[in-house]
Nanobody, 133 residues
């Protein structure tokens, strides 16, 4: 089992930037795909970005709503996942969650973003991001 702890959330003006971190600890070998999801009040949790765990050749995948603004990276030596968020907008306001899946990111890429969430079985507690105009 793996423990995921998010940090880096906060309040920022529209157009600003934040960097989220997700520190992983515990038994990690069964997790193949890492990702960030977000949940806004009154909305379903949605996928933001995914990346293969422990794969230096991995290329992140992004939801259309964040493509070009968010950058997902990982430091495998530190077992830490990062989400650099630039040009933030009020619609990015949500609780952001780090998650791990036993499925490969390639398998998950064949699914709609709305269908990927159920394949992530490890979740952090979340970190709040608020963007004000």
């Amino acid at each position: 089992q793996v423990q995921l702890v998010e940090s880096g959330g906060g309040s920022v003006q529209a157009g600003g930037s934040l960097r989220l971190s997700c520190a992983a600890s515990g038994y990690f070998d069964d997790n193949k795909c890492m990702g960030w999801f977000r949940e806004a009040p009154g909305k379903e949790r949605e996928g933001v970005a995914t990346i293969d765990a422990d794969d230096k050749y991995s290329h992140p995948q992004y939801a259309d709503s964040v493509e070009g603004r968010f950058t997902l990276s990982e430091d495998n030596t530190k077992k830490t996942l990062y989400l650099q968020m630039n040009n933030l907008a009020p619609e990015d306001t949500a609780m952001y969650y780090c998650a791990a899946s036993g499925r490969s990111c390639y398998y998950l890429s064949l699914l709609q973003w709305s269908d990927r969430r159920k394949h992530f079985n490890e979740w952090g507690q979340g970190t709040q991001v608020t963007v004000f105009s």
